[in-house]
Structures are given as C-alpha cells and as structure tokens.
C-alpha cells in the first residue's frame, strides 16, 4: 500500500474541515479525490503531508509519512503559485535536487543533467531557460511533474492538475501521468469534472469532510455514493448523470 | 568636492566612509530581494521604526553608567531589542488582525515611544544628545572610522550569508510548502531573513537613518526584479544598485553640510527604478 489514511480529522477554528477521513491507496494506483466544494479534499492532501496539523494516522509505504517524504512529490493548486516569480523551468526543477546538493552544495553537470532528464519525462526539455510565467498553465503543471521527477518520487499528490488548462493540455498531462503510473508510481489527484473520472483514473475515494466511498471507479462512482457527497444539488449538475443500477456510470 | 568624494580623494575618512555605505547599499539591496519575494517588505519598515525606543533607551543607560550616551554599538544593542520586540508584536498581532494592520500599528506606536524619548532626552541636557536624530534620516557627515568599519564588516557578512542561503531561501519564497517537503524549514528560513534584515537596518542606522532604511531594503530590489528571471540573478543586480545608491548617496551627503544620508540615497534609488519603468516597464517581469 502506498498510502494508508485512518481517521484524518481536523478543526479549523469552529468548523470541522475533515472529520475522521479514512482511505487507502494502492501502489500503481490512480485515484481521483472527488466531493464538493469545502469537503476539505485540498485540506486532505495537506494533512496527509504533514503540512497541517491534523490528527489521525498516516502511513506511506509502511512506515510514517516523514520518513517517506523524498519519495512523496506535491503539486500544488495553480491558484497557489506565484507565477511572476524571477525563476526558470530549470531552476524550479532543480529545486526538486535540493535533497542532493543540499545547502551549499554546487549544481554540478550531474546534478543539471538529472534535472533535464526530468524535463525530457515530461516533453519540457525545450523550456529550460525561460521564466515559469511565460509558459501555458499546462506547461507549468509538466514543470511542477518534473520537479517532482527529478525529486525521485513515486508517490504523486495533485492538487487540481486540470484547473485552468484547456483540453488538449489536459491530455498532455494524463499521459505524462499514466506513463508514470506504468512505472510503478502512484498518482492521488484532486478532481472536480465527474465527465471524466472513469477516463483518467481507476480508482475513486468521494469525500464530503469525511469519506463518503472509496473503490475501483467501476463499483464505487456511483449514483447514489455521488448523490451522498453531493447532496440533492447535484441534480442541477450539468454532467447529466442517469439514475439507474448502482453500478451506472456518469457519461464520459 | 562632490567629485572628490566620489573618487575617493576626499580623504582617507570619507573614502572608506563611501565604501562602507557601499557595501551597506549591497547588503540591503540582497536582503532586500529576498525579502520582497517573500512578501515582507513592510515587515522590515516596521522592524526599522522600532529600532529608536531601543536607541532612546540605550541612550539613557550608557549616560547613566557614566560612558558616552553616543556609543554605536552600544546603541544598536538597544535599537536590536526594541525591534525584536516589535516583529514579535507584529507576529502576535497578526494572529488577530491582518499583518499589514498589525505592521502599521506596532510601526506607529513603537516610533511615537521612540519619539517621545528622544524629546525627553533632549531636554534633560546631559550626555551630549546633539547628533543623536542622524539615526532618523542619516548622516556620514564626520561618520567615524570605526563606525565605517563597523557598517563595512557588517554589510560584507550580510551579503556572504545571504550567499550561502540563496537556494532554501528562493525555495520557501517561491513553494513554502514544497521547500518544507524537500526538508527546508520555512519558520527558521523566515527567520534567518528577518535577523539579516534587522543586522541591516542596524548598520545602516548612520547611513540612511531608520526611516528610509525600507526605501534601500525595497527600491533596488523592485527594479532589479524588472530586469532579471532568476532569484540570484535579482538579488545580486539588487545589490549592485544599493551598491551603487549607497556609494554616491554617502559621498554626496559627505561633502554637502547638514545634507542628510537617507534622502539622497533612496531618491537615488528612486531614480533608478524610475529609469527601470521607462525601460522595461511595458514588459511583463
């Protein structure tokens, strides 16, 4: 098991942003985190990193979170980035070396050449040298990959990877990611289109504060597990959902 | 005379008076970079401002232990608690109110008491108080060698620090939360900065006064970030401006009577980041 969640609970001031979420993933899988708005799945992947403090438990690999972390790669939220930043594509993923060289340690031709070989991963090898600002939203999210390549990760967490990309860059990145997977690594995504979870991911954990359903896509993406995360507002959701079997699917 | 100055022929004094303020304007305009990055600007202006109850203070103990109530170090000892006492101000405040609120209140008090002292101090008439209100807006005018040094040395081991932090700290500045994932821990890096800035603002309080100290922190590193993309590449044309600023500004004050440091070093920068917007203005940093 990749990651194993028990029980994740978290207060923020008076609201309950996780209520004792509990799920599992599998190495080589790739889930989607799918639930409303303020179910606290961003919250979730934070809590999971120790980024907040949150109680319950976590497991990596077997082992605390903390040990595994070089194994463990975050992308965070486009929203969340600074993108005037005076920083290149080759700088950011040299940050992912920085475990390596370490504090005073010098980027030396080894060190570079890892680093555009994880560019090469994701198809950005060409970018090196300019400015993350001056690159499409889904060039930036091959860059944050490649950061996490050249980091050594097999264990993904991203936080909206789709936001704000147009549909062909959507592509781009899922088989950017789907190649990784193949490789062995595991990929947790925060997903907010339902049209096409079934697509891109083969696992699925629903979440609404706590865990509402977690599963292959095909048993647990289901009618009635959505309609428990989503409540009734997700009739007037434009993905058209049909209402029959419990093991009907959304449209892709 | 101004072109004796700045040529160093001014006189051994006010030669190495322009290099120390020199090095004074790099080691603002590196730590300045990194601060902006890291949104904090303000933060240093409020640190600076709650320097002078501690110069106050300072003063009136040394006078009081019968030593001379102008002596640097022993000032900046004092200025240093008071300004660590007001960023933990700002940082307790914050956890109610927005930071800049809480930086605009804990700025404004801090240098109300400061003020306050100072006028009481000089109304007491002892211990030579003439002088002491070049902390407010600087002057190397007459600036000792030793106070030279001082600011030189200090300047230089800024800057070398800097250095060799120059990659945890882009890192927290740009993704905190992947800089603590890759083992950067970004309270100590925050902190690491502010203890750098406030050795700047301290060194600097002869030189530009600790009013306009932001100006030197801010305006190099604003227009240097207009002209690079990388953060090493920012903070080191930062440090060149402040370089540069801080050399003519400290030898232009020196041979003009009465003309205060402070000023003509941040108009200086003023002008440089005005020459920045004309050229590079319509570009996107």
């Not at chain 2, 001379?68 to 960023?87: E, K, S």
């Not at chain 2, 007459?142 to 081991?157: K, N, P, S, T």
């Not at chain 2, 190099?220 to 207009?226: D, E, G, I, L």
Request: aromatic share 6%; with cysteine.
């Amino acid at each position: 098991m990749a990651l194993r969640v028990q029980g994740l609970t978290l207060r923020y001031n008076e609201v309950l942003a996780l209520d004792g979420a509990s799920a599992q993933f599998p190495i080589g899988s790739m889930t989607a985190i799918i639930g409303p708005n303020g179910a606290g799945k961003s919250t979730f992947l934070k809590s999971v990193l120790g980024l907040v403090a949150a109680a319950g438990t976590v497991a990596a690999f077997g082992g605390p979170v903390a040990q595994s972390m070089p194994r463990i790669a975050y992308v965070p939220q486009r929203a969340a980035v600074d993108w005037s930043f005076p920083v290149r594509v080759i700088d950011v993923v040299l940050m992912g070396c920085y475990r390596k060289t370490g504090l005073l340690g010098l980027i030396d031709a080894a060190t570079s050449a890892h680093a555009m070989a994880a560019l090469a991963r994701v198809g950005m090898q060409d970018f090196a040298r300019r400015q993350i600002g001056a690159l499409s939203g889904g060039q930036q999210q091959r860059v944050f990959l490649a950061r996490a390549l050249a980091q050594g990760a097999d264990l993904f967490l991203l936080d909206e990877p789709f936001a704000g990309v147009d549909a062909a860059t959507e592509a781009a990145i899922i088989a950017v990611l789907k190649a990784l997977r193949k490789d062995g690594a595991t990929i947790i995504a925060v997903h907010h289109d339902l049209s096409s979870v079934a697509a891109y991911f083969d696992r699925v954990l629903l979440m609404n504060r706590r865990t509402v359903a977690e599963g292959p896509v095909a048993t647990t993406f289901t009618r009635a597990a959505l309609a428990q995360a989503y409540g009734p507002a997700l009739m007037l959701d434009p993905t058209d959902l049909r209402s029959e079997g419990p093991t009907e699917r959304p449209a892709a | 005379m101004i072109w004796q100055a700045l040529l160093l022929q001014a006189g051994y004094n006010a030669a190495l008076v322009s290099l120390g303020a020199a090095l004074l304007g790099a080691a603002a305009g590196a730590a300045g970079a990194f601060l902006t990055l890291r949104r904090r600007a303000l933060m240093s202006d409020a640190m600076a401002h709650a320097t002078l109850p501690g110069i106050g203070l300072a003063f009136l103990a040394m006078v009081a232990l019968g030593g001379d109530g102008r002596f640097l170090p022993g000032l900046m000892l004092g200025a240093a608690l008071t300004a660590a006492a007001g960023l933990w101000a700002v940082q307790r405040l914050a956890r109610q109110m927005h930071e800049d609120a809480a930086t605009g209140a804990v700025l404004a008090s801090f240098y109300g008491a400061g003020i306050v002292i100072l006028t009481l101090i000089q109304g007491l008439g002892t211990g030579r108080p003439a002088g002491l209100e070049t902390v407010l807006l600087g002057s190397t005018a007459g600036m000792l060698r030793a106070d030279a040094l001082v600011i030189g040395f200090g300047g230089l081991a800024v800057i070398c620090a800097l250095w060799s932090l120059r990659r945890p700290l882009a890192m927290v500045a740009f993704d905190p939360l992947h800089a603590r994932m890759m083992g950067v821990n970004p309270r100590r890096m925050d902190a690491t900065l502010m203890a750098l800035v406030l050795a700047v603002v301290l060194v600097g309080l002869n030189v530009t006064g600790l009013i306009l100290i932001v100006a030197l922190l801010v305006t190099p590193a604003v227009s240097a970030r207009m002209w690079s993309t990388t953060v090493t590449g920012t903070a080191t044309l930062s440090a060149v401006i402040g370089a540069v600023c801080g050399y003519i500004g400290a030898a232009i004050s020196a041979s003009v009577p009465d003309l205060p440091t402070g000023p003509v070093i941040v108009l200086l920068a003023a002008g440089g980041f005005g020459l920045t917007l004309l050229i590079r203005g319509r570009r996107d940093g």
